[in-house]
């Protein structure tokens, strides 16, 4: 039988519509089999999780055909221990039946911390610092100094809090800063035989602080600091002397009081 022939006979056309049939078939057989895999159709919102306990939501989540699992811990104040802070898929979002929901919680422990020496550091080196303890940057204060831009304290609360000192993870750290002189001038305060407590607190109620502390032989110890007193200080307060606001004073401490008394020019040895 020629080509032509065999091509118009009944036999190749019942082959034609065989063919086409079974492929049709293939191709809705494929269609449904991709359609039970991946569940076509059959989606369910993500419920709002974050705010809830562990407890609370486990009969919810085994009701709606959704699974999670905690993967992090993080520390919020604001928040209670063990409450869901975080999800993925997000609230409201549409996934499969039998989808992983991925938690983070609120530590039921804080992480604590140690705070990093700030003070004469720059504005932004202190901030790096800061964030790479996971501490925050709290306020920024700024005061008259001969320093620009350099922390000259670092307070929580209000209150200084010095290096090496252990701290909830996240807490706030203000930095008081300095902005240059300021155009005000003062009349330096005499702060001989005052304690460093006292002469802090003297100069800085007139707007200067203080600069360098240089100890003589007589004290060795923090205790000895605490009740040595100021035998000298530069600049003097001698016939009314004035500085711009923000200036340092330097001062000299010793435990030798007739160097005080007596008004030496350095402390008897």
Not at 88 to 110: D, E, H, S, W
Not at 142 to 149: A, H, L, R, V
Not at 255 to 266: E, I, Y
Request: glycine content about 8%.
């Amino acid at each position: 039988m020629s080509l032509w022939k065999f091509i118009r006979s009944k036999l190749f056309l019942w082959q034609i519509v065989i063919s086409i049939v079974v492929f049709f078939l293939l191709m809705a057989t494929v269609m449904w089999s991709l359609g039970f895999y991946t569940r076509h159709g059959r989606t369910i919102i993500v419920p709002q999780l974050t705010g809830f306990q562990e407890k609370e939501i486990v009969e919810a989540m085994e009701n709606i055909g959704l699974s999670y699992m905690i993967i992090d811990s993080l520390h919020r104040s604001n928040a209670v221990p063990g409450e869901i802070i975080d999800q993925v898929p997000k609230a409201g979002q549409y996934v499969k039946k039998g989808r992983m929901i991925f938690l983070t919680i609120n530590a039921f422990n804080c992480e604590m911390v140690t705070v990093p020496k700030l003070v004469d550091y720059s504005l932004r080196n202190a901030q790096v610092v800061l964030e790479s303890r996971g501490l925050r940057m709290g306020q920024v204060i700024y005061k008259p100094s001969e320093y620009t831009d350099l922390v000259l304290s670092q307070l929580i609360d209000g209150h200084q809090v010095r290096e090496g000192a252990r701290v909830p993870k996240g807490t706030e750290i203000s930095l008081v800063v300095g902005n240059g002189l300021g155009s005000k001038v003062e009349v330096v305060p005499d702060l001989l035989g005052l304690t460093i407590s006292e002469a802090r607190q003297t100069v800085a109620g007139v707007g200067f602080s203080i600069g360098s502390v240089i100890c003589d032989e007589t004290v060795r110890t923090s205790r000895d600091s605490a009740l040595a007193v100021v035998w000298k200080q530069s600049p003097d307060a001698v016939d009314g002397a004035m500085e711009k606001i923000g200036a340092s004073i330097n001062i000299w401490i010793t435990n030798n009081m007739d160097a005080v008394m007596n008004g030496l020019s350095q402390p008897a040895e």
